[in-house]
């Protein structure tokens, strides 16, 4: 367990729904993640789950419209030793039942970024996009 | 990122550096996949690379599928530390 165990902490930031935002989200996280001590091994399962979530808004729910000047939302926040990341945005509305990874005998790309999210975090969860949002996505890890 | 392609003999050594995400898998596939179609043992270098995502995993699995219908070799011969991390977790589920 990490010194975050007593920090509670809460920081967002948007970003425009681009692919070449990528970058910038993982910057954000290691920023926050640095702040809050988390150590390096996690800090790099996190940054790879956060982007992979954010990765699968500009490719899933912005599919059709790559020049979109919306923007998403990335939450961090910490507290009694739960990390929770909130993800907003106003793209197509995403059913849950939808989101799942790929059979494990059906060797294509495709579908791992949801893969690599379900095993760094304990939780993943779609609630109601409050408005102005569409989709509200929320990962949960225990620390 | 940024890429080298060393030559030897009918074997090319691909080098690729920085991060690879989403954004330019498509840059690293582009420079991968033409050699192996030109029928090209390809060694890929990924000691320099900080950070792969999905987006890179699906750029070694094309390399490497397409390699085998080209009945030639792609090889990983050099892997950071952060990309050895996501390869072990990508390999729990390929």
């Known amino acids: 367990m990490s010194e975050l165990a007593h920090t509670n902490h809460t920081e967002k930031k948007d970003f425009l729904v681009r692919s070449s935002s990528l970058k910038d989200v993982r910057s954000f996280c290691r920023e926050v993640f640095e702040k809050l001590h988390i150590d390096q091994n996690l800090k790099d399962e996190l940054v790879l789950a956060i982007a992979e979530a954010a990765q699968n808004i500009v490719k899933h729910a912005y599919k059709d419209s790559p020049n979109t000047e919306d923007k998403m939302v990335v939450q961090i926040s910490c507290k009694d030793n739960k990390l929770q990341i909130g993800f907003y945005d106003m793209g197509t509305p995403v059913d849950p039942g939808k989101v799942k990874h790929r059979e494990i005998d059906n060797v294509k790309p495709g579908g791992l970024g949801t893969f690599f999210i379900q095993q760094i975090m304990d939780a993943v969860e779609f609630k109601d996009g409050k408005k102005p949002w569409i989709n509200h996505l929320v990962l949960t890890k225990q620390l | ?94």
């Open chain 2, 1 to 94: 990122m940024t890429y080298k392609v060393e030559e030897i003999d009918t074997k090319r050594i691909v080098h690729l550096n920085g991060e690879i995400d989403m954004e330019v898998a498509d840059k690293a596939r582009q420079t991968i996949l033409p050699l192996i179609e030109a029928g090209h043992e390809v060694h890929l270098n990924l000691s320099k690379v900080e950070y792969m995502d999905s987006s890179g995993i699906s750029v070694l699995i094309e390399s490497k599928k397409l390699s085998e219908q080209k009945n030639t070799k792609f090889e990983l011969v050099e892997i950071s530390k952060p990309v050895e991390k996501v390869l072990a977790m990508a390999r729990k589920f390929l």
